[in-house]
Each structure stands twice: as C-alpha cells, then as structure tokens.
C-alpha cells in the first residue's frame, strides 16, 4: 500500500539486485518498525530518494557498471540542509580496495561502509543511525523553513512599514482636507441655521408690521367710505356747480385714498386679487410717480408700450405693487445709477412657459450687476434674497411670481452676469370692456327698481353713509349694528337683500350669512369691506358679491342691481322645482 508522504520520508530505500538480500534485511529492520522498500537499480533508487526516503542501503554490486548520473544530479541539487545517508555493503576483500571502487563510493556523499557478512545489530545499528541523522536534517529544515517565514514575515512588515511612511504625508493631507470639508459643512450648515432664524424673525416683523397695517387700512377704508359716499351723494343732488365741483375734488382725493389702503392691504397680503380689465397705459402712469420718487435722480427711467391700449386682466394694486418692488431691485443692482425700462406689448409666451393664448408680456429691465444662472433660479423662492440682514425679505419676487400665477399668467427672470436683469411678467389679454366703478354718479338711471335692503354694519358713521346712499337710489333700508341684531331684523321682515360688514364684533359678516341662509335661502346677500379674511368669504359668497370698500356710489348701485338679479333668477329656479315637484 503507498507510503504516506511523512512515512516516505522515513523509509529506508534497499538495493541489492543479488539473491534474498534485499528481502531479509526489510525484515530485519520490520521487526524494529522501519518502513523499507527494496528497489531494483541505482536509477529506481534515484526517483525514490527524490519522491522522500530516510536513507539507502546499497549493495557495492548494484554500483559496478551502473550509470549513476541521474543520483548524482540529485544528490547535488539537494537543500542545503540535506545530506542524504547511504549505508554501503562491501564484499571481504583481501587487502585494499582498488582506487575505481573507492572513487565510486565516494560520489555518494554521506556515506557508512560495513563489510560483510555483518550480523542484524550491526545492520540494525547502521540504519537506525542513518535514519537519526536524516531526522536531525529534517528539523534543521523546520528550523530554516520558521526562519524563512520569519524573515518573510518581517521583510513584508518592512515594506509595509516603508509603504506607510511613504503614504503617511498623502493621507494626513487627505485626512487634514476631509476634516476641513466637514468643518466647512458644520459652518455652512451654521450660517444657513442663522440665515433661516433672521429671515423668521424678519417674516415675523413684517407679519406684525402687516397685521397693523391691515387694521389701519381697515379703519381708514371706513372713514373713505363716509366721505366719498357723502360726495357722490352731493354730486348727485346738488345743482351748485361750486359745491359740486368741491365734492368732485373730494371724491377723487377719495379715491387715492382707496388707492393708498388698496396697497396697504397688498403691502399686508390680507387682500384677494381683484382680476380686472387694466390698461397698461394707465397702469405705467401711475407707477411712474412712485418710480420715480424711490429711484432718485441717478437712474433714467424709460415707459414703452407696443400698442396705445393694451388691456391686460390684473389686479391694478397688486401690479402697481410688483412693478414697484421691481424697480427698487432693480435700484440696488445699479448703485452707481443707469437705465431703467418698462416695456409692454402682446407676445407669444415660450411654450414651456404658459399654454396658448392672447398674451401681454411686461418687462421691467436693468443695466445692472446681473446675476449668475444658480442665483437666477431661486430669485422666486420665497426668503431667497442676496441682500443684508434687515436689508431685504426675500418676498418681493415671490410676490410677483404668485401674483403672475394667481392672475393666469406667469413670471421669468433673464439675467447675465455684468450685463443686466429682465424680468417679465406674463398675463392674458383683456378685452376692451368697461368697468361699472368708472360710470360718474350723475349718469345714474333715475327710474332704477326698488327693494327693501336689510344693512348691518357695526360703525354708526359707515351704516349711516350706506343708509343714506341706497335711500338716495330709491330703496327701502333698515338697519342693524350687529350680527344678532341683524337676525331679528330678518325675522321681523324679510328683506330683498341683505348687505353686511366682515368684520364685527360677535360675529362675522361670513357667519352671519351662512345663519341667515338657513332661514332665508332666498334673500340675496352680499359681503362689503376693506380688510377681510377672503378665504372665509368665499366660502359663504360668490366674488361678485362682495362690495370693497371704499365704493363709489356707481359701483353700489350697480352692485345691488347685480345682487337683486341673482336673487330674481334663484326664485324663479325654485318656482320652477316646486312646480315640477307638483
């Protein structure tokens, strides 16, 4: 059976060609747990020797003529810690041995001559000695093969030594520049947390400041309310021209007023947007003055408009405010003065920009320090601002940006970098109708219908105003202060229709109407005010059946004209269900 590979390191290799040698000398070393293996010749001998043997025991016989090349190229390719035994058997001579033989011999190496005939000790003797030396070889071989993977161990714990200091300088660097970068972050991220709290608290102030504003407006709207209706009123009873006149500059003077709060309540965003036809002829000439007074005299102002009588659809505060903002932008990108234009006209929008349409592009462009493409794409987003602390918003452009989309149309912004800034404003053109508010009172039908008008109002002075103006049209008018008060009033008599404040004490013109509704689903009723919560009209009343304040007294008697037609056609509708019903 074969030899495994430590037993055949182990075994002693037999060569004696002659007789039973080779046989009993295996079973004299057997009895004392040698492994041995007889081989025929010297290059038999050779590849076992080099596939692993202990030592050799060789018959002089088998070396007379043999070619021994092949065990002497092993034997001096062997490791340095390898000296392969032989134990040579010599035939008895008398006398010396010739020089030929010695010579032969001698090629072998390690080699232990026993004469014979030689008893088994001594062949016993001789093997296990040369199986001993070999052992002493083999762990001279562990020895050199734990020093090798030593050395080996330790030579590549040098280069990786060598190769850490040769990277150590790159990764400190790389190391130092990823801590930098993280520190940068950390501090971005610190300045941008700083950056959101000073734009709250700035949001916050101007929520005040709006809230404040808001309230002036309202009660300002009131008192415009008392004095244009007193004025219409004069100018539609009075015969003297120099009293009518005086009461012509007075309404007018109203109507900046109303202009001015319209603003405010922009400025407080507590206002709706009231989509009208505008000319935008108009619409430059009023924003010429305002322009022109926040510009100052180092900036050249220049209005261009394609065609005389272009009409957009727009609220005209909310424009007049963002053509404002605008150019106050636009003023602090030229701080050494320069050119700056309106221009309008019809255009066709960019068709990644709107859907098809009737279109009218206005642009409001600067000469001024321009801005790069990453600046450019944020400039609508609200607090988005490059302006100092306390300086600016960030709620200019946004502002103009919902307003372009609240009124249908949309805004872009063209910027280049030390060249200039365009911003364009999109919205639908309008059609050439007109507006009831621009009728003057003395035009009013003399022979308009009557209706009984349920008015509730919480300022005696305003409920006065409104009482006397629709008595003057002809109607029928009671009155209330408050909310409860005006329930009763609509339980003692139902009236045609029911005009009512916002905001009052108790309750709101909105609750109020959603209560009236439920006892009296067919009774008009329309909302009138200066500051509102829009959202909560809305959700009571159509648009068309709020009433701003201040209103002339055209756009009430139109207003009340509208209002009864919707209750006339919404009683005819239930006329028509009843019968149906029958």
Known sequence: MPMTASGAEERVLICAPRGRDAEVMCSVLAADG???EPVA??????????????????????????????????????????DFPFVVLLSKLVGPAP??????????????????????????????????????????RAVLADRERTAASLLQSQQALVELNETLEARIEERTRALAQANDRLMNEVIERERVQQALVQFQKMEAVGRLTGGIAHDFNNLLNVVQGSMDLILLASKDEVARKRAEVARRACQRGGKLTSQLLAFSRNQSLDLRPLDVGVLFEGVRELVS??????????????????RVLADTNQMEMSLLNLAINARDAMPGGG??????????????????GDYVRIAVADCGEGMP????????????????????????????????????GAARILSEAGVGTTVEIWLPAAGDTRDAAAQPAARLAADRRRARILVVEDDDSVRQSMVESLEALGHTVAQAADGEAGLRELRRARPDLLITDYLMPGMTGAELVQRARVSFPEVPMMIATGYADMRAIEK???????????????????SVERALDKG?????GERTAGMGAA
């Open 293 to 310: 007074t926040s510009l100052g005299a180092s900036i050249g102002l220049h209005f261009e408009i394609d065609a005389p009588g272009t």
């Open 373 to 408: 493409p990453e600046i450019a794409a944020r400039v609508f987003e609200p607090f988005f601002t490059t302006k100092g602390v306390g300086k600016g918003t960030g709620l200019g452009l946004s502002q103009v940006y919902g307003m372009a989309q609240q009124s249908g």
């Open 99 to 140: 020089d030929a033989a010695r010579a032969l011999i001698a090629q072998l190496g390690n080699v232990v001559l026993l004469e014979r005939p030689l008893n088994t000790q001594t062949l016993r003797s001789a093997a296990g000695s040369a199986l001993r030396a070999r052992r002493r070889q083999y762990q001279a």
């Open 339 to 356: 050119e700056l234009r309106f221009t309008a006209g019809a255009a066709s929008p960019p068709p990644d920009l709107l859907p098809g």
């Open 34 to 36: 040698v492994g041995c």
């Open 540 to 558: 009571v009343v159509e648009e068309e059946m709020v009433l701003r304040k201040p209103f002339q007294l055209a756009e009430l008697a139109a």
């Open 41 to 82: 010749g010297v290059d038999a001998l050779a590849d076992c020797i080099a596939a692993g043997a202990g030592a050799a025991i060789v018959a002089e016989e088998a070396l007379a003529g043999a070619d021994l090349a092949r065990l002497r190229a092993w034997l001096g390719q062997q490791a340095a810690w390898s």
């Open 568 to 572: 006339k056609d919404k009683g005819k």
